[in-house]
T-cell receptor
Framework: KNEVEQSPQNLTAQEGEFITINCSYSVGISALHWLQQHPGGGIVSLFMLSSGKKKHGRLIATINIQEKHSSLHITASHPRDSAVYIC????????????FGGGTRVLVKP | EAGVAQSPRYKIIEKRQSVAFWCNPISGHATLYWYQQILGQGPKLLIQFQNNGVVDDSQLPKDRFSAERLKGVDSTLKIQPAKLEDSAVYLCASATGGMGYRQTQYFGPGTRLLVL
């Protein structure tokens, strides 16, 4: 079992819909990253959070440390949001090594 | 600010051949990472450098993979000889320093390797 798990693996939405991606982890983490990877392969860091909630534009990330769970929400989704979204935890027991989930492939149709 | 640069962007080789990838991190970033990302999976850390020293290479298949960062700036990752299962995107990332805690890692565009 992976230490960081994401769901769903694939998600298709219509433009304008609200999207939620979930991330759960089984070990202690110092912080959790949400990353966006476009088809070309490059990865962009969206958020790093260790508690509460962060918002940037139409993206909202939340984390519940007690439940070992984080969510990434996209409001009013747009076709340009189509990408792979990856959560990654800084694992305390591994010297704060970044461990990645498998990614969620999001497709937003116009 | 220039981002993390990687080359080549794509490489196709036959199994048992050798290949090398190059990464130039963001100027001033002490920490450099190489990741392997197999299609449909999240990235897996291969090696982490702090300046020119290796911090973590526990998941690097050392019988065929090697990496160096001789002057603490740019880095090369080599595979010799390549196997079919090495087909993946190889991502380089850099961060300002420390052990990764609360560090934002900046990723390069990746090198897509296909081994035939």
């Amino acid at each position: 079992k992976n230490e960081v798990e994401q769901s769903p693996q694939n998600l298709t939405a219509q433009e304008g819909e609200f999207i939620t991606i979930n991330c759960s982890y089984s070990v202690g983490i110092s912080a959790l990253h949400w990353l966006q990877q476009h088809p070309g392969g490059g990865i962009v860091s969206l958020f790093m959070l260790s508690s509460g909630k962060k918002k940037h534009g139409r993206l909202i990330a939340t984390i519940n440390i007690q439940e070992k769970h984080s969510s990434l929400h996209i409001t009013a989704s747009h076709p340009r949001d189509s990408a792979v979204y990856i959560c990654a935890g800084l694992i305390k027991a591994a010297g704060n090594k970044l461990t990645f989930g498998g990614g969620t492939r999001v497709l937003v149709k116009p | 600010e220039a981002g993390v640069a990687q080359s080549p962007r794509y490489k196709i080789i036959e199994k048992r051949q050798s290949v090398a990838f190059w990464c130039n991190p963001i100027s001033g970033h002490a920490t450099l990472y190489w990741y392997q990302q197999i299609l449909g999976q999240g990235p897996k850390l291969l090696i982490q450098f702090q300046n020119n020293g290796v911090v973590d290479d526990s998941q690097l298949p050392k019988d065929r993979f090697s990496a160096e960062r001789l002057k603490g700036v740019d880095s090369t990752l080599k595979i010799q000889p390549a196997k079919l299962e090495d087909s993946a995107v190889y991502l380089c990332a850099s961060a300002t320093g420390g052990m990764g805690y609360r560090q934002t890692q900046y990723f390069g565009p990746g090198t897509r390797l296909l081994v035939l």
